[in-house]
T-cell receptor
């Protein structure tokens, strides 16, 4: 079936460096994408979203890039901090999916001092 | 931002008993709530979609008689795991959407269920 997947299960970075987390999706009909951060034992926390009519969106220290040609999403975190350590999920809502999120496999980001 | 409260955060029960998990939207009316299950080091898997005042829609492979969902009001949905077994041990998470925040999903803090 349709799925959203991630290339890297674990990403280790040094504090202060920039982090890039990647995600591939297979449902070309999806028109809304979201990145979530999940800390251990907690529910997902919304980070940033992007619609399919955009290719880039910036937030505070985070940027999401969408490449519809190759069905690829990325989350860029600038000046990564220890508090950014968590598992990051991309999620998609297919067109007409009525908020029915399809989550990717997740990438664990480990920030080292 | 909108707040979704989930209770309890952790529950341990004996095999064969039933466990009820509550999901409340605190500052908005949730027309739709979703229930997810997450096993360790895995992603969230949607179990069912719950619309206020109607029967829940279950995903393929999820037993509706095992996981009873009730969405009796615009601020409360409950998930009851009936006759729980050790294989039901998991992290259960709800999310809610509705009103002015449509398409923005807000998640509860999750419930860790351990069945002995």
């Amino acid at each position: 079936g349709e799925s959203v997947g991630l290339h890297l299960p674990t990403l280790s970075v040094q504090e202060g460096d920039n982090s890039i987390i990647n995600c591939a999706y297979s449902n070309s009909a999806s028109d809304y994408f979201i990145w979530y951060k999940q800390e251990s034992g907690k529910g997902p926390q919304f980070i940033i979203d992007i619609r399919s009519n955009m290719d880039k969106r910036q937030g505070q220290r985070v940027t999401v890039l969408l490449n519809k040609t190759v069905k690829h999403l990325s989350l860029q975190i600038a000046a990564t901090q220890p508090g950014d350590s968590a598992v990051y999920f991309c999620a998609e809502i297919p067109s007409g999916g009525y908020n029915k999120l399809i989550f990717g496999a997740g990438t664990r980001l480990a920030v080292h001092p | 931002g909108a707040v979704v409260s989930q209770h309890p955060s952790r529950v341990i029960c004996k095999s064969g008993t039933s466990v009820k998990i509550e999901c409340r939207s605190l500052d908005f009316q949730a027309t739709t709530m979703f229930w997810y299950r997450q096993f360790p080091k895995q992603s969230l898997m949607l179990m069912a979609t719950s619309n206020e005042g109607s029967k829940a829609t279950y995903e393929q492979g999820v037993e509706k008689d095992k996981f009873l969902i009730n969405h009796a009001s615009l601020t409360l949905s409950t998930l009851t795991v009936t006759s729980a077994h050790p294989e039901d041990s998991s992290f259960y998470i709800c999310s809610a959407t509705g009103g002015a925040t449509n398409e923005k999903l807000f998640f509860g803090s999750g419930t860790q269920l351990s069945v002995l």
